[in-house]
């Protein structure tokens, strides 16, 4: 039997992974199990606990945390976000392959943990592009518009760092060279 593995999916903030993602769930032969992020931040009208994220408390957060339950962390706005140590642990001991979307800055944490995971950098089209992007989407709010840009550029300099890269404008040609990257 093939050893179960971790694909952990990374990019610029607002880079567009969303669609990647649900592309390599829905790919039959990758046979992905999805780790979905706890965070510290109120739920949206829209989402629903456990399926968008796990939405806990930040005294719990800081307890996981304190426990190593939490295999990556970050913060961002004020909240916390992050990846359940556990949740990945039990997936590869039944066997399940299993997919991670994480901020940058979250890979090297993972990899210190999971060495043998596979790590992503999904890249824009070009840096202008992602700036529209996160224009066009936080217009509303200058702060976070601006702060969002700042990040996504610094996220942007740890692409060098990265072996495997794909382009978020083909979704089917990213999936396909992931494929590739997986059975290397």
Sequence with gaps: MKKPYVI????????????????????????????????TRPKRDDEIDGQDYFFISHD?????????????????NGYYYG???????????????????????GVGQ??????????????PSSMEDLEQQIRDRYNDNEFSMKH???KAKMEMELLPLFRHTVKV????????????FVAE
């Design 110 to 123: 993972i990899k210190l943990i999971l060495p043998e995971a596979l790590c992503v950098f999904v890249e």
């Design 169 to 180: 404008d083909n979704v089917n040609e990213a999936v396909e060279d992931i494929k590739r």
């Design 148 to 150: 969002r840009i700042n």
């Design 83 to 105: 990846t359940s140590r556990e949740q990945i642990e039990f997936l590869l001991s039944i066997g399940k392959n299993v997919l991670i979307d994480v901020e940058a800055q």
């Design 60 to 76: 719990s957060f800081v307890k996981e945390v304190k426990e190593k339950k939490i295999l990556e962390y970050t913060e961002f």
């Design 8 to 39: 952990v999916l990374t990019g610029a903030s607002s880079v567009g992974k969303k669609p990647i993602v649900r592309a390599l769930l829905e790919d039959k032969e990758l046979d992905l199990n999805y780790c979905k992020s706890l965070t």
